[in-house]
């Protein structure tokens, strides 16, 4: 859609197709290669916000149903289930991704689930019709009656198809769909045989934040990213003399004759698709009757105004802006969550978790309409050059707006988890170290490095997260070869609303 961006003059945009808003905090997403709805946009989401109870999160469905295209704002033709038998957990230490992949062939789908070291299979053809989501869950995209918004349960799932597994991201299915490729977020990839669940083979890619994984539909190649150093990485598979990449299945043939003899058997007796090793044959749904005012059509604020500031960087019409100090966020409340983030609200005290943002622990986040969030825990670490010949350090804060020149010094606060985002580039690592270290060894600045700090080695282009805890010194120098450090002073409490 559209055309090619021609020259620096053009400002190029995507313009969105339809958007639903019932997996507000979702930390992995997949196509569903079905062929039985019209538009084949279907979607499989990790919503680790779940029910708010804080036990996990769920896997939700969204059925776009007929997408409504660029310049419209109709949310009312979409098919949402919730299926919170399907219980996911993010890993609580990191902002992790978790990697979803279906098998067009078996209809599985799998799942990475991060917070129990497991990845979780999912026949998602199974399950059914509960009740309305729209009471349980209040954060819904349309009342009219032609969006659906269910709960679905008995759904058939193995949720610990495969086990063991450190923090698991990404996921990716050989082409022939016979092996399931589990990377860890700190490095490893694990390849399992789908038909088994067995491990065939394991390797250590030597990075430490692996996010989303695929494979190449033409060459087999692996690729997996790595978050904190921006890479996109290849994986070449070791091919037999004849070019080949095979293996030996570990599947018990006797196990699968049984099983295929059992299955027949009962299809037969009983008809197709009744037949099923992990399906829960004594469940039964919890209906009840839906309340009808759940079905009214409210859109009449933010988003729905006709004036066309109420999504413009010029402004916002009246009832927008005054979401800002919306305070009531109760399920009964008359709260819209469409008007709240399409009028520019990506940090708010009604958004779940850490009021929507993704601050690390410990901090607070603050709206810049339209534009995201600034956290007050995050920081920027540059170089600069004032003769052209000696570099001092620079760090700077966008939350409040200010640059620590290298004489400075930034007070950290105890059990409060800082990111300081380094852009200094190849040759000048930057690291965080217990005592100041004046040197023009561009190696030894991760000699002195906190023990408590990931990466363990100084870092040129990334993060360097930094948790304050009890066991913090006071005193903490953030430094780079042939530059003068900056002092990190640790404060004893935080209120919450100091400056650094």
């Known amino acids: 859609i559209g055309e090619n961006c021609s020259g620096d003059a053009d400002q190029c945009f995507f313009l969105h197709a339809d958007m639903l808003h019932e997996s507000p905090s979702c930390i992995g997403i997949v196509h569903d290669p079905e062929v039985e709805t019209a538009y084949g946009t279907v979607y499989w989401a990790f919503d680790t916000t779940g029910d708010n109870s804080g036990d996990g999160g769920h896997l939700v469905r969204f059925d776009f149903s007929q997408p409504h295209g660029p310049g419209s704002m109709d949310h009312s033709i979409a098919v949402v289930r ?80 495969v086990g063991g597994i450190v923090s698991p991201s990404g996921l990716a299915l050989s082409a022939d769909g016979s092996r399931l490729f589990i990377a860890e977020r700190g490095g490893r990839i694990v390849a399992i045989e789908v038909e088994s669940g067995v491990k065939l083979q394991e390797i250590d890619t030597g990075y430490r934040s692996i996010g989303g994984m695929a494979i190449s539909p033409t060459t087999g190649a692996l690729y997996f990213v790595d978050m904190d150093t921006n890479h996109v990485v290849r994986v070449n598979a070791e091919r037999s003399s004849d070019g080949g990449c095979s293996f030996t299945s570990l599947v018990d043939t006797d196990f699968k004759s049984s099983s295929e003899s059992a299955q027949n058997q009962v299809d037969a007796e009983c008809g ?193 997260i930094l948790t304050v805890d009890g066991s913090s010194p006071d005193t903490l120098y953030l430094m780079s070869p042939r530059t003068q450090p900056i002092k990190l002073v640790v404060s004893s409490s935080y209120d919450g609303n100091q400056e650094p």
């Open 272 to 464: 197709e698709d009744t037949f099923s090793l992990l399906r829960d044959y004594s469940c039964q749904v919890d209906g009840t009757i839906p309340n009808g005012t759940l079905f009214e059509q409210v859109h009449n604020d933010g988003y729905a105004s006709d004036d066309p500031d109420v999504q413009s960087t010029a402004g916002m019409d009246e009832s927008a802006a005054l979401l800002a100090n919306l305070t009531n966020c109760e399920a009964d409340s008359d709260l819209n969550f469409d008007a709240l983030l399409l009028g520019g609200y990506y940090c708010h005290t009604c958004l779940p978790r850490n009021q929507g943002a993704s601050c690390e622990p410990g901090g607070s986040c603050a709206n810049v309409q339209w534009e995201g969030f600034t956290c007050d825990n995050e920081f920027y670490v540059d170089f600069e050059y004032k003769d052209d010949i000696t570099p001092s350090l620079v760090v700077s804060s966008l939350h409040y707006g200010k640059v620590y020149p290298k004489d400075s010094s930034i007070e950290l606060s105890r059990g409060v988890t800082y990111r300081f985002t380094v852009r200094t580039g190849a040759g000048r690592p930057v690291s965080i170290s217990t005592y100041p270290l004046l040197t023009d060894d561009t190696t030894a600045a991760s000699t002195a490095i906190l023990k408590n700090i990931n990466p363990s080695e100084a870092v040129v282009n990334g993060p360097i």
């Open 82 to 161: 919730r299926y919170p038998e399907v219980k996911l957990y993010r890993d609580e230490n990191v902002h992790s991704h978790a990697g979803m992949v279906v098998h067009a062939e078996k209809r599985i789908l799998f799942i990475s689930n991060p917070g129990k070291g497991s990845v979780v299979a999912v026949d998602i053809d199974s399950g059914r019709y509960s009740r309305t989501a729209r009471e349980e869950y209040p954060i819904f995209s349309n009342r009219l009656p032609s969006f659906e918004y269910s709960l679905y349960e008995c759904v058939d799932q193995d949720d610990t198809f």
